[in-house]
Nanobody
Framework: QVQLVESGGGLVQAGGSLRLSCAAS????????MRWYRQAAGKQRELVAA???????NYADSVKGRFTISRDNDKNTVYLQIDSLKPEDTAVYYC??????????????WGRGTQVTVSS
């Protein structure tokens, strides 16, 4: 089993910044792509950013230039730096990881989410 635990969410004023973290714990695995999704109230979950094990990144158009995804492979941790926050960034942010097990199979894991609320 793998556990993904997000942290770093909170209430922040528009224009502020937050840094989200997601740490993966467990054994006998490596991680391919790690992703951040978000889900606002009443809306579908959307992909915000992704980073491969080699460090290649991509972002949703709505967050380009404001969000930065990064990862520390030694710590099995992915980060999301969020700058210039807007009220429309308010959502629950979820971490997702594409797990490669030592025996060759793959699994998809999700964290429980961390709430980000941006006040205007």
């Amino acid at each position: 089993q793998v556990q993904l635990v997000e942290s770093g969410g909170g209430l922040v004023q528009a224009g502020g910044s937050l840094r989200l973290s997601c740490a993966a714990s467990g054994s006998s695995f490596s991680i391919n792509t790690m992703r951040w999704y978000r889900q606002a109230a009443g809306k579908q979950r959307e992909l915000v950013a992704a980073v491969t094990s080699g460090g290649m990144t991509n972002y949703a158009d709505s967050v380009k230039g404001r969000f930065t995804i990064s990862r520390d492979n030694d710590k099995n941790t992915v980060y999301l730096q969020i700058d210039s926050l807007k009220p429309e960034d308010t959502a629950v942010y979820y971490c997702n990881a594409d797990i490669l097990w030592a025996w060759g199979t793959r699994s998809d894991y999700w964290g429980r989410g961390t709430q980000v609320t941006v006040s205007s």
